[in-house]
């Protein structure tokens, strides 16, 4: 039998086989990827049923209270200096509106024993809160009346608080507290709340869920001191507090002196802010009041409208969608700002629309012809009344009460558009005056040392104190005989002593680095320096041109601080945190145009200070040996050696007449009035004379100490006074009143907190 006709008859057998008594095959080898697919086709995939349940809205609470870090609350210390921000800012805007002229009182106190849970409170003499909306205010994020307002403001999106009263109930578990008194015959609300950020929306604790009303007469103190509210009934003058919002917060925090501090903060605040007076209590009990350098407080700004330019396609569209009944002339003269009956009309002949269609019947097509007419149309610029410039004036005084120095001065820049938005740049500077490492006390180094996280000695100087560049922290460490890698929390107390006399004395300006100042809507911008388009445009700008040493790519190396201000309707920050300003272009034109303002007055003043520095050391010279000259000429030609002496001190005083310039407080020379005008918003502070030994030096010249006085040389120092830019200066002495305002004094410290 052939095979083929026996392969066949033996699969027709095995058809005819029972299937239970077949045999099995065998097991088929099959590749790993083989073994995957298969896999995958078995593998039970979800339904869309079973998707659609997993699906829910996100609070943006709860969204923000995962991602707290976007808010700035990324860090213990950063946190306490976050929350102090958003409740100044708050209390500020709150004044301002009201016509009040603002005082804050500011304190942070440590409570348990592991150091790492802080209370803030922060309190302002404003107008109050009305009890309905305190809940909502301090206890639901995106909740405002800011945001839909083109006016300079400080806070914009409605979070700031609220965001940080729950980072406090996260880490802590403790609620808000808030009171609020709107005058003194009306009782005052006292709230403690929690967000829950399931809904975003408040849960009030006390009073049954609906707060605590505290009754103006004999009872409030009473019932405040069995609730522990915390009040300041009258400031340090005796005057009582009627009206205003105290917000009390606790958290896990850390607080820090120094660089990035509240305390530096408040500084600052008070220099962009100088209508405002502010009281800080630290843990440490003491009292720092920052007082105020105006009396005045500044214009309201007014609200306007959006310009066309400033308007996407998007806006436009739901615009439209907004107002259907109104014709097309209408909606774009009651919209936007700046557009007139005149302006409607070019816009609608551009677009080929009618003026009389109802904005109801526009279709997509006619809005996208529409939108493209409106930026091939001129347009006059926004009005600029709705941002309110710090001013000249108000600048020098708040820097001058801040920050020493011996030479101020401020520009003002005219406003700017970007994407429609009005905006304005201002730009303050400070030159001389001793680093901050100067003024500490013994007592707060020896806190500052205890409380610091650096590694070395070297490291705590330069972040710490603002000013203090690495090669002044090395000489100061040098002469205090330290190493720089120690580390600051281990130092004796015979080594802390040592440490402070060197700073006290030590020459740190060499070295050291320009301190840069940044505002936006006059609030300081703390963190993220190298990201702001502010610190860009400073390191970008050459003030090599301006008398400072300059390396690329760096700050100049001067004791040198510079300040910016950007107002606006928006600012344009980076984000949600608001601590950097975003690179626009048109920003950072009029920010270096501001710079070289401030710069050319510096320059101006610099080459001023550096000539008289030159002449009073061609006087030392002349002072050595003059004498020995008058001498030596008389006894070999028989002449006065009296009449000589003068006739050469004639000559020397002709030759150095510049040391004897004298300018005033705007920098115009006394004698020589066509000289060195720097014009108006300049100050220029005298300097108390040094003694008749002390080194004479000028901008990066080494210092000349004067060799011992030889015989003659007694009448020539007296009759040949040195210039007093010239000398190095024990102690700043102020001169007149800067222009356009009076100037403060230095901070004060009291030891007490006034009325709880």
């Not at 001191?225 to 606790?250: F, L, M, S």
């Not at 279709?363 to 012809?369: K, L, N, S, T, Y």
């Not at 820097?399 to 120095?405: D, E, H």
């Not at 070289?596 to 008289?612: F, H, P, T």
């Amino acid at each position: 039998m052939p095979k083929t006709a026996r392969r066949g008859q033996a699969a027709r057998d095995l058809e005819s086989v029972p299937a239970e008594m077949k045999p099995e095959p065998p097991p088929a080898t099959e590749s790993p990827a083989t073994g995957q697919r298969a896999a995958a086709k078995t593998k039970r995939r979800a339904t869309a049923q079973t998707l659609a349940a997993g699906q829910r809205d996100i609070s943006v609470s709860e969204f923000f209270a995962k991602n707290r870090h976007l808010l700035g609350f990324d860090s213990p210390r950063k946190a306490l200096l976050t929350s102090v921000k958003e409740a100044v800012d708050n209390s500020l805007d709150a004044c301002e509106e009201a016509g009040i002229l603002p005082e804050i009182w500011v304190r942070i106190e440590q409570v348990g024993e592991g150091g790492s849970r802080f209370r803030m409170g922060v309190q302002d003499n404003g107008p109050g809160i009305v009890s309905k909306q305190i809940p909502l205010i301090f206890g639901k994020l995106l909740y405002g009346s800011k945001f839909h307002r083109l006016r300079m403001s400080r806070g914009q999106q409605g979070i700031g608080i609220s965001a940080a009263g729950m980072y406090g109930v996260l880490t802590t578990g403790k609620p808000v507290k808030i009171i609020s008194k709107i005058d003194v015959k009306h009782p005052a609300h006292y709230y403690e709340l929690r967000i829950d950020t399931k809904t975003n929306q408040p849960e009030i604790l006390n009073g049954k869920g609906e707060g605590v009303d505290i009754p103006v007469g004999k009872g409030r103190d009473e019932l405040m001191k069995k609730h522990a509210i915390e009040w300041v009934a009258e400031n340090d003058r005796g005057e009582p507090i009627h009206h205003g919002t105290r917000v009390t917060i606790e958290m896990e925090a850390k607080f820090q002196r120094g660089r990035g501090s509240v305390e530096e903060y408040l500084e600052q605040t008070a220099i962009a802010n100088p209508h405002a007076r502010i009281h800080f209590i630290g843990p440490d009990g003491n009292e720092r009041l920052l007082e105020r350098a105006n009396e005045e407080l500044p214009p309201e700004p007014k609200e306007i409208k959006p310009h066309p330019y400033g308007v996407e396609l998007g806006r436009l569209v739901t615009l439209l969608q907004e107002h259907p009944k109104l014709t097309l002339a209408q909606f774009l003269a009651q919209s936007f700002s700046r557009v007139s009956p005149g302006t409607a009309r070019k816009i609608c002949e551009t677009a080929k629309l009618s003026t009389r269609v109802s904005t109801g019947k526009l279709g997509r097509g006619e809005a996208d012809a529409l939108y493209r007419a409106i930026q091939e149309t001129r347009i006059p610029p926004p009005a600029t009344d709705c941002i309110v410039p710090i001013g000249e004036p108000r600048l020098l005084a708040g820097l001058r009460q801040v920050v020493p120095g011996e030479f101020f001065t401020a520009a003002t820049r005219p406003p700017a558009v970007y994407r429609g938005n009005p905006f304005l740049i201002e730009a303050a500077l400070a030159f001389g005056g001793g680093t901050s490492a100067k003024r500490i006390t013994r007592e707060a180094l020896g806190e500052l040392a205890s409380e610091s996280d650096a590694r070395s000695l070297r490291q705590f100087l330069t972040t710490t104190f603002a000013g203090v560049g690495g090669e002044g922290a090395e000489k100061i460490l040098s002469e205090a005989n330290l190493a720089p890698r120690q580390s600051p929390s281990k130092l004796k107390k015979q080594q802390l002593d040592a440490l402070h006399e060197a700073m006290q004395h030590v020459n740190s300006d060499e070295g050291q680095s320009m301190n840069v100042l940044r505002f936006a809507n006059r609030v300081p911008l703390q963190f993220q320096h190298a990201a702001c388009a502010v610190t860009q445009t400073i390191l970008s700008t050459n003030w090599r041109s301006y008398g400072l040493s300059q390396s690329r790519g760096n700050l100049p190396s001067a004791p040198v601080t510079v300040m910016v201000h950007v107002a606006s309707v928006w600012v344009p920050f980076t984000s949600e945190s608001k601590e950097a300003i975003a690179h626009y272009s048109e920003i950072q034109k009029e920010i270096r145009l501001a710079l070289q303002a401030v710069g050319r007055k510096l320059g101006m003043y610099m080459r001023r200070r550096l000539r008289v520095a030159q002449e009073g050391q061609r006087r030392s010279i002349f002072l050595r040996y003059l004498g020995e000259v008058a001498s030596a000429v008389s006894q070999i030609n028989g002449t006065d050696r009296a009449k000589l002496f003068e006739q050469l001190l004639a000559v020397a005083r002709r030759k150095t007449a510049e040391a004897d310039v004298k300018l005033d407080d705007r920098g115009r020379p006394i004698e020589k009035e066509d000289e060195l005008d720097l014009g108006e918003n300049c100050i220029i502070v005298s300097q108390e004379p040094a003694d008749e030994e002390a080194p004479q030096a000028g901008l990066g010249d080494t210092a000349i100490k004067p060799a011992k006085k030889r015989r003659g040389q007694a009448a020539a120092a007296e009759s040949l006074p040195t210039g007093p830019a010239s000398q190095r200066t024990k102690r700043q002495k102020g001169s007149s009143k800067p222009c356009g305002g009076g100037a403060a004094g230095p901070p004060k410290r009291t030891g007490k907190h006034r009325g709880i």
